[in-house]
């Protein structure tokens, strides 16, 4: 099994900057990559980045590409998130989650952890 935890969401005015952790315990020798989804009240979730460690390869969604940075602390067992010039529809819970294999099939999830950026 695989624990994720996330961190680091809070309230923000738009432009404003926030880096989210995701740190990872248990079976974390299994993982092939890290990914960040967000979802708002009534909309679907959004795949928003993701990180493939052994590679240190980055997707980005075109909705956060050039402001959100993904990377990955391996020592830490911890992806973070850096959002830049966050705009009010950042606004969401964000939550990470964790495929052991290429085929991307996010096994574990964490907890979530809200975004709020105002106006």
């Known amino acids: 099994q695989v624990q994720l935890v996330e961190s680091g969401g809070g309230l923000v005015q738009a432009g404003g900057s926030l880096r989210l952790s995701c740190a990872a315990s248990g079976r974390t020798f299994s993982r092939y990559a890290t990914g960040w989804f967000r979802q708002a009240p009534g909309k679907a979730r959004e795949y928003v980045a993701r990180?493939?460690?052994?590679?240190?390869?980055?997707y980005y969604a075109d909705s956060v590409k050039d402001r959100f940075t993904i990377s990955r602390d391996n020592a830490k067992n911890t992806v973070y998130l850096q959002m830049n010039s966050l705009k009010p529809e950042d606004t969401a819970v964000y939550y990470c989650?964790?495929?052991?294999?290429?085929?991307?099939?996010?096994?574990?999830w964490g907890q979530g952890t809200q975004v709020t950026v105002s106006s």
């Open positions: 989650a964790q495929s052991s294999t290429t085929t991307l099939a996010w096994q574990y």
């Open positions: 990180i493939i460690w052994s590679s240190g390869s980055t």
